[in-house]
C-alpha cells in the first residue's frame, strides 16, 4: 500500500507544481467553452440547446491535454523501469497514476463546470444534471486514455497519436454523457445516466489492464 | 546469498548483444562488468532486473527470499537518475523510499550519507548532475536490499563524491550484500574481481 500511496502523493504534488498539468486542463476548458457564445452568437435558446454538448467535448478536450506526459514523462526520466520492476503490481501502479491525473485534471472540470454553464444559459436543473454527468463521466475519458497514453509511451510527439487513439474509443462515453446531460431533449435522464456509470465502471476495469499490458509490451 | 547466470544470451534489436555468459557473484563480493561501447554491459543489469527478456540461459539466487523475484531484493541503478525536477530532494527520495520499501523510512540518515542533507528542500532541477546521482544514490540507502546492480555508478561523480560512494559499498559487503557495477574505469574497491564481455562478432 505505502507504493500506491507514494505514487498518488508525488502525482499530485507533480501536476499542482510549476509544468504541471493541473490548471492547464482547466484554463483549456474555461477558454474553449468561453469562445463559443462569441462563435455561435448571442441566441440564448440556441446555446441552452447545445451547451450541455459543448461542455461536454471541451472536457473531454482538456482531459487529454496533460494525458500524454502521464508516462512519457516516467519513461524518460527512467522512473519507469524502476515502477516496472517494482513490488506493486503494474495494473494498481496505473490505475493510481489515472486516479491522480483524475483528481487533477477532471474533478476541477467538474467543479468549474457549472460556473462556465452560466456563459452557455444553462438553468439550475441544467447545470445539476450537468455536474453529475461530468463527475460519473470523466473518471471513463482519463480511465480510457491511460490506454493511449501506454501506447504512446516511447513516442517523441506521443500526443497526436493519443488523441487519435483515444477520442474514438471516448464516443459511447461521449453519447451517453450528452444524452444524460440534455434536459431539453426527449430522452429521459434515468437510461443514458445509467449507461453511462456502467461505461465508467467497465473503464475503471478494463483501463488499468489494457494500459499495462501496453506498458510491458512496450519496454521490451 | 548468492546470485548465478548460467549461459546467458541477449538479443536485441536482431542483434546478438552477448551468449553464453556465465558468472556467480556471492555475499560480500563486487563483480565489475567491463567491455567496450555496446558490449552489453547495461544490457546485462537489465537482463537481471527483467527489463529485458532473457533470450536463454538462467538467472537464479540461493539464499533470497523466495517469496520475491530477483529484480524486487535488487536495486537498479541506471543511467537515468529517475527524478523529478519539481519536485525537492527530499520529496524525490521520500517517493522512492515509499514506493520500494515496504514501510516509511526515515530518508535524513541516507541524505546525510550522500550529503545532500543541507539541500534538502530544494527543487531537483537546480541540482548538478554529480548532485543528481547522488541523490539517486540516497534511494540504496534508504531502502535496504541484498542486491546492487550499479550502471556506471561513478560517471559524473567527483572524487569526494565517488571515495563516499566506495564507503557505502564498502558498508553494503560487509552487511552481506553483492554488488554487480558496470563501469568503464575503477569503483574503487580492491576486492573487486571482474567480467569483461566482449563484442560478439559473427
Same mark, same amino acid.
Given at each position: 500500500m505505502t507504493a500506491l500511496t507514494a505514487i498518488l502523493i508525488r502525482d499530485m504534488r507533480i501536476a499542482v507544481r510549476v509544468g504541471g498539468g493541473a490548471l492547464i486542463g482547466v484554463l483549456f476548458f474555461l477558454v474553449v467553452v468561453t469562445l463559443i457564445p462569441f462563435a455561435v452568437g448571442p441566441n440564448l435558446p440556441l446555446l441552452k440547446q447545445i451547451g450541455p454538448a459543448i461542455l461536454w467535448l471541451a472536457a473531454l478536450l482538456a482531459s487529454l491535454l496533460a494525458l500524454d506526459r502521464l508516462f512519457a514523462a516516467d519513461h524518460e526520466d527512467g522512473s519507469l523501469d524502476l515502477i516496472l520492476t517494482g513490488r506493486a503490481p503494474l495494473e494498481f501502479v496505473v490505475a493510481t497514476k489515472g486516479l491522480a491525473h483524475w483528481l487533477t485534471t477532471g474533478l476541477p472540470l467538474v467543479i468549474a463546470a457549472p460556473l462556465i454553464g452560466l456563459l452557455l444559459n444553462l438553468d439550475a436543473p441544467a447545470e445539476i444534471t450537468l455536474v453529475l454527468t461530468l463527475l460519473v463521466g470523466t473518471p471513463a475519458l482519463t480511465f480510457i486514455g491511460l490506454i493511449g497514453a501506454a501506447i504512446a509511451v516511447t513516442l517523441r510527439r506521443g500526443g497526436l497519436l493519443l488523441a487519435v487513439i483515444v477520442l474514438p474509443l471516448t464516443v459511447p462515453v461521449l453519447i451517453f454523457g450528452v444524452a444524460a446531460a440534455?434536459?431539453? #431533449?426527449?430522452?429521459?435522464? #434515468?437510461t443514458p445516466f445509467t449507461i453511462l456509470c456502467a461505461l465508467t465502471l467497465a473503464s475503471l476495469v478494463v483501463g488499468p489492464f489494457a494500459a499495462a499490458a501496453a506498458l510491458r509490451q512496450e519496454m521490451e | 546469498m548468492r546470485l548465478s547466470a548460467v549461459d546467458l544470451a541477449c538479443h536485441r534489436g536482431g542483434r546478438?548483444?552477448? =551468449?553464453g555468459l556465465s558468472f556467480a557473484v556471492a555475499s560480500g563480493e563486487v563483480l565489475t562488468v567491463t567491455g567496450r561501447n555496446g558490449a552489453g554491459k547495461s544490457s546485462l543489469l537489465r537482463t537481471i532486473v527483467g !527489463?529485458?527478456?532473457? @533470450?536463454?540461459g538462467k538467472l537464479s539466487l540461493e539464499g533470497g527470499d523466495p517469496e520475491l523475484t530477483i529484480a524486487e531484493q535488487a536495486h537498479y541503478l541506471g543511467?537515468?537518475? =529517475? !527524478?523529478? *525536477? %519539481? !519536485?525537492t530532494v527530499a520529496e524525490n527520495l521520500r517517493f522512492w523510499a515509499g514506493f520500494l520499501g515496504t514501510q516509511a523510512a526515515d530518508i535524513h540518515p541516507a541524505l546525510t550519507a550522500v550529503g545532500l542533507d543541507e539541500l @534538502?528542500?530544494? *527543487? =531537483? =532541477?537546480? !541540482?548538478s548532475a554529480g548532485q543528481r546521482r547522488r541523490l539517486s544514490i540516497a534511494r540504496l540507502v534508504a531502502v535496504k536490499r541484498p542486491i546492487w546492480l550499479l550502471d556506471? *555508478?561513478? %560517471?559524473?561523480?567527483?572524487a569526494s563524491a565517488q571515495d563516499r560512494l566506495a564507503g557505502l559499498m564498502r558498508t553494503h559487503l560487509t552487511d552481506g550484500g553483492l554488488i554487480l557495477a558496470a563501469t568503464h574505469g575503477t569503483i574503487g574497491l580492491e576486492s573487486a574481481r571482474e567480467l569483461r564481455l566482449g563484442r560478439m562478432d559473427s
Open positions: 440534455n434536459t431539453v #431533449g426527449p430522452v429521459p435522464f #434515468g | 546478438d548483444v552477448f =551468449a !527489463l529485458v527478456r532473457l @533470450a536463454q543511467h537515468q537518475d =529517475a !527524478l523529478k *525536477p %519539481s !519536485l @534538502a528542500d530544494l *527543487p =531537483a =532541477a537546480y !541540482l556506471e *555508478p561513478t %560517471s559524473t561523480l567527483d
